[in-house]
C-alpha cells in the first residue's frame, strides 16, 4: 500500500494544496513511479476535505490516467483512491492516519511494528507526502545525480515554504536548500529590515528563530539545532509589534485542542503549558511559572507518543530560549513590549491629535468612549478590540502600557 499525505493541517501552509491544484498529474506520477518500484497495489490520497478545488483536480487527473491505462502494472491493476479527511491535525502523524484509513478513530499506535512492515489492515505500508511524490519525476526527468547538486550536502533539492506573517509578498516560495532565512525573510518576503522580532518554522509545533540568527542556512540539521524544525514548511514571520509569550500561547492552545488524547504528556501536559502561558498574558503569572515551563516542556517531548505531542512544546521552548525578558516583563512588571497581551494595555486617545470626528465612539461595541468626558476611554469596560484604533483617521487612539492605578 502507498499512501499520500495530503492532510496539511498547519496554520498558515498550503503548500501541498497548491500543488494537488496546480500540477495533480505530477503527484500521481510520482506514485504511479513509486507503486511500480515497490509492488503496490492500492493507492491512497489522504487529503482535507477543506481543499475541495484539490480533490475535484485530483479526480480529474485520476480519471485522465485510467482511461489511458496508465493504472495498469505488467502484473497488476491499481486502485487509487482519495480518502478526504475530517480536520485531526493529528491524523497527519502517519499511524493515526491509517487508523482513519481503516475507518477507526485517528489515534497513533506505539512502534514498531512500523507501517512498512505491518500498515493498513497489516499490510506493508509506505507513505509520503506531496511534496516528496511530486519530486519523483523531475529526479527522473534530470538525473538523480543533478537533482543532488541542489541544496546542501545532507538536505539535497529544493523545498517549497508557505511565507505568511508580516511580510510585504506573501505566498508559496520554492528556494534549493542551503539558503537563508534573511534571503527568504527580506529578499524574497519583502520584510523591512529591522521591522521582523521573528520567524516561527515548522508550523504550529514549530519553533521561533530570533532576527539575529537569520543567517542560518535551511536545512534539517540546522534548524534542529536551533530548537525549531522543517516541519511542511510554513513559515511565519513575526513583527516587531507582535508579543513571544502570545505567540507561545496562541500555538499551544492549537496543539492542545488538536491532541487526540490517547497519552497523558500530550493530553494533560500541553493543557497545563496553555494554562501557565495564559496566565502570564493576562497577568496573572508568578516566576514559578516560568519555572514550570522550563521543567514540563522536556517532559512532554520526551514522553509523548506521537510527533504532536513530541514537538507541541517547541512554540514555548524556543521563545524561552530566545525571549525570556519578555517572559520576566509580564510576570514582573506586568509589562507586555509590544502592547499586544489586552490584559496589559489600556487604549488611550491623544487629544492632540483627535480631531472629536466621533468615528470611535460609533464603533466600541460597549460604549467605553465619553464623548462628553473629553472623550475619556473607560478601560475597565474597554474589551481591547482593536475598533476604534482601526477607524480613528488620525492615528490618535493607541495602546499604552496599563496604568498601575
Known amino acids: 500500500v502507498l499512501i499520500c499525505n495530503a492532510d496539511e493541517g498547519d496554520p498558515g501552509a498550503f503548500m501541498d494544496r497548491s500543488m494537488m491544484e496546480s500540477v495533480p498529474y505530477q503527484v500521481l506520477e510520482g506514485m504511479l513511479i513509486g507503486a511500480y518500484a515497490t509492488g503496490a497495489t492500492r493507492l491512497f490520497i489522504y487529503c482535507r476535505a477543506e481543499y475541495p478545488l484539490a480533490i475535484k483536480h485530483l479526480k480529474i487527473a485520476i480519471a485522465e490516467i485510467e482511461k489511458a491505462g496508465l493504472h495498469k502494472m505488467p502484473d497488476r491493476t491499481l486502485e487509487i483512491v482519495i480518502k478526504e479527511g475530517a480536520g485531526a491535525f493529528v491524523c497527519g502523524e502517519e499511524t493515526a492516519m491509517i487508523h482513519s484509513l481503516e475507518g477507526k478513530r485517528g489515534t497513533p499506535r506505539f512502534r514498531p511494528p512500523f507501517p512498512t512492515d505491518s500498515g493498513w489492515n497489516g499490510l506493508p505500508t509506505a507513505i509520503n507526502n506531496v511534496e516528496t511524490y511530486a519530486n519523483v519525476p523531475v529526479v527522473f526527468q534530470i538525473g538523480a545525480d543533478e537533482f543532488a547538486k541542489i541544496g546542501t550536502e545532507k538536505s539535497k533539492g529544493t523545498k ?33 529590515p529591522g521591522s521582523v522580532k521573528a520567524v516561527q518554522t515548522g508550523g504550529p509545533s514549530g519553533g521561533c528563530i530570533p532576527a539575529d540568527l537569520f543567517d542560518v542556512k ?44 490517547k497519552c497523558t ?33 522536556p517532559k512532554v517531548k520526551k514522553g509523548a507518543l506521537c510527533g504532536l505531542g513530541q514537538t507541541a512544546p517547541n512554540p514555548a521552548l524556543s521563545t524561552l530560549r530566545y525571549f525570556k525578558h519578555e517572559y520576566v516583563a509580564h510576570v514582573q512588571d506586568h509589562y507586555c513590549e509590544a502592547l499586544a497581551c489586552p490584559a496589559l494595555v489600556d487604549i488611550a486617545i491623544d487629544a492632540d491629535k483627535c480631531i472629536k470626528c466621533k468615528l470611535c465612539v460609533r464603533t466600541c461595541p460597549v460604549g467605553a468612549i465619553d464623548p462628553d468626558n473629553g472623550f475619556a476611554v473607560d478601560n475597565a469596560k474597554c474589551t481591547k478590540c482593536n475598533s476604534c484604533i482601526e477607524v480613528c483617521p488620525k492615528k490618535a487612539v493607541r495602546r499604552v502600557r496599563k496604568s498601575s492605578k
Open 160 to 192: 517549497i515554504f508557505a511565507l505568511a506573517g508580516d511580510v510585504r509578498t506573501p505566498g508559496l516560495v520554492e528556494v534549493p536548500m542551503g539558503v537563508t532565512l534573511a534571503q527568504i525573510v527580506y529578499d524574497i518576503g519583502g520584510a523591512e
Open 218 to 261: 535551511i536545512d534539517y540539521d540546522s534548524l534542529g539545532k536551533l530548537g525549531a524544525i522543517m516541519g511542511s514548511g510554513g513559515l511565519i514571520v513575526i513583527g516587531k509589534n507582535r508579543c513571544m509569550v502570545e505567540t507561545a500561547r496562541y500555538f499551544l492552545n492549537f496543539t492542545r485542542r488538536e491532541s487526540c488524547g
Open 265 to 297: 504528556f500530550c493530553r494533560v501536559g500541553t493543557t497545563r503549558m496553555y494554562e501557565a502561558l495564559e496566565r502570564i498574558t493576562t497577568g496573572k503569572g508568578t516566576m514559578a511559572d516560568i519555572d514550570f515551563l522550563e521543567d514540563i516542556a
